[in-house]
């Protein structure tokens, strides 16, 4: 039993440890958008917007064209940045940033998203965990993108006293998941939703779309 329980611990420390490890990358990624990324793109909007101010006849509307896209490219950017740094989460809270996550998801045209949220908010006392929540919802956000085909996507965050259930859906091809081979993408969530002792449930049905439901009970530090 002492070897058991040492067993477990250890997986405990290893996961919060590669926990900590992927959050540090991922501030750094979004730090390098918003910083280097991201004044390259404002100065390269700068000088194709006074262009378009002095081309003319047919140059002059794709110049404007050009200067547009960039203007969308460093929205983006700034929009992505945000996402990934979790200095940005910790600020703005776990709601806003699940606001913004479906709002850049829009943007995309990849998808359209809606988000609901029910019930009296609660402020998590341990704030790392709205960090391990969105990095969860952030993981089916992307396996949606990638392989469901799907066009529309739902997130519903419902505040009960002592829970907060999370529920997204999608209109996906949907897959077979007591025959699906583990990714990362799947093996990460429930992972991270065991550091939160968390209940996980992922439901998919060929043609029918995809359900994940995630049951987060308030923890205090």
């Known amino acids: 039993m002492d070897k058991v329980n040492q067993q477990k611990v250890f997986d405990e420390e290893l996961v919060k440890t590669q926990q900590e490890i992927q959050e540090e990358t991922l501030k750094h990624i979004g730090r390098e958008l918003h910083d280097n990324v991201g004044q ?11 262009a378009a101010s002095v081309a003319k006849n047919e140059v002059k509307s794709k110049v ?26 910790f600020n703005l809270g776990f709601d806003a940033t699940v606001k913004n996550e479906v709002a850049r998801l829009n ?8 988000l609901s949220i ?10 790392k965990d709205e960090i391990i929540l969105f990095r969860i919802l952030q993981e089916f956000f992307s396996n949606t993108l990638k ?12 505040y009960e006293e002592q829970f907060l259930n999370i529920k997204v859906e999608d209109d ?16 990460n969530m429930e992972k991270r939703s065991e550091l939160l002792n968390a209940t ?12 994940l439901n995630l049951k987060y009970p308030y923890r205090e530090i």
């Open 147 to 158: 392989y469901a085909e799907a066009e529309q996507l739902l997130v519903s965050l419902d």
């Open 172 to 187: 996906g091809i949907g897959f077979d998941v007591s025959n699906a081979e583990k990714g990362s993408g799947l093996i």
């Open 118 to 127: 029910t019930g009296e908010k609660v402020n998590f006392e341990n704030k």
């Open 200 to 211: 996980l449930q992922l439901e998919s049905q060929l043609e029918r779309g995809t359900i």
């Open 64 to 89: 404007e064209n050009a200067a547009s896209a960039l203007k969308d490219s460093l929205e983006e950017v700034r929009a992505l940045s945000k996402s990934l740094n979790s200095d940005i989460i």
């Open 40 to 50: 390259m793109l404002v100065l390269a909007t700068m000088q194709m917007s006074a």
């Open 107 to 114: 943007k995309s045209g990849l998808i359209e998203s809606r």
